[in-house]
T-cell receptor, first 111, second 114 residues
Framework: GENVEQHPSTLSVQEGDSAVIKCTYS??????FPWYKQELGKGPQLIID?????GEKKDQRIAVTLNKTAKHFSLHITETQPEDSAVYFC??????????FGIGTKLQVIP | DAGVIQSPRHEVTEMGQEVTLRCKPI?????LFWYRQTMMRGLELLIY????????DSGMPEDRFSAKMPNASFSTLKIQPSEPRDSAVYFC????????????FGDGTRLSIL
């Protein structure tokens, strides 16, 4: 089955700096890569996703990149704000409904 | 539109008791997923349904766990008998059919078994 590794497990950045979270996956058949943000006491919420026919996708301060050859994908948050503090999960799916999640990254943005 | 609704939000019970967690998926979504979240193991898929039929229950930890989906708008996850190691946050999620459809999560049930 699919295996998704995510790092770092914790990340602290100063407000205004950038944050990068990296993930790798094992199954070359995976073709859909969503990213979720989980705030305290809430369920994970989709923030951005990328499909395997695209190398990069951007939405305001958030961008994702995908390297299919290396089986790497990353989340980039620019100009971080305190409200970006949360746990972020990467995930991979083979196009079917079953999704495998990374272990999560706790991001702390220091004002 | 209403999101995925889970109840109860918190449950505290004693070891050996039966626990029932409930989920109402988003209307029109025909996939439903149950996850368990712990610090040590992260988000684990327990079971998922398509059109009310269980498709993959390989993540269900043992026979004490069971899940049902009697209709398109309701699902339950039951633990009987409960044990302290079952303490975790349990999430329900739903999605539409289709390639690369995202899952939408409820806010979870925080379960504590004493």
């Amino acid at each position: 089955g699919e295996n998704v590794e995510q790092h770092p497990s914790t990340l602290s950045v100063q407000e205004g700096d950038s944050a990068v979270i990296k993930c790798t996956y094992s199954d070359s058949a995976s073709n859909y890569f969503p990213w979720y943000k989980q705030e305290l006491g809430k369920g994970p919420q989709l923030i951005i996703d990328i499909r395997s026919n695209v190398g990069e996708k951007k939405d305001q301060r958030i961008a994702v990149t995908l390297n299919k050859t290396a089986k790497h994908f990353s989340l980039h948050i620019t100009e971080t704000q305190p409200e970006d503090s949360a746990v972020y999960f990467c995930a991979a799916s083979g196009g079917y409904q079953k999704v495998t999640f990374g272990i999560g990254t706790k991001l702390q943005v220091i004002p | 539109d209403a999101g995925v609704i889970q109840s109860p939000r918190h449950e505290v019970t004693e070891m050996g008791q039966e626990v029932t967690l409930r989920c109402k998926p988003i209307s029109g979504h025909d996939y439903l997923f149950w996850y368990r979240q712990t610090m040590m193991r992260g988000l684990e898929l327990l079971i998922y349904f398509n059109n009310n039929v269980p498709i993959d229950d390989s993540g269900m930890p043992e026979d004490r766990f069971s899940a049902k989906m009697p209709n398109a708008s309701f699902s339950t996850l039951k633990i009987q008998p409960s044990e302290p190691r079952d303490s975790a946050v349990y999430f329900c999620a739903s999605s539409r059919t289709g390639e690369s459809e995202p899952q939408h999560f409820g806010d979870g049930t925080r379960l504590s078994i004493l």
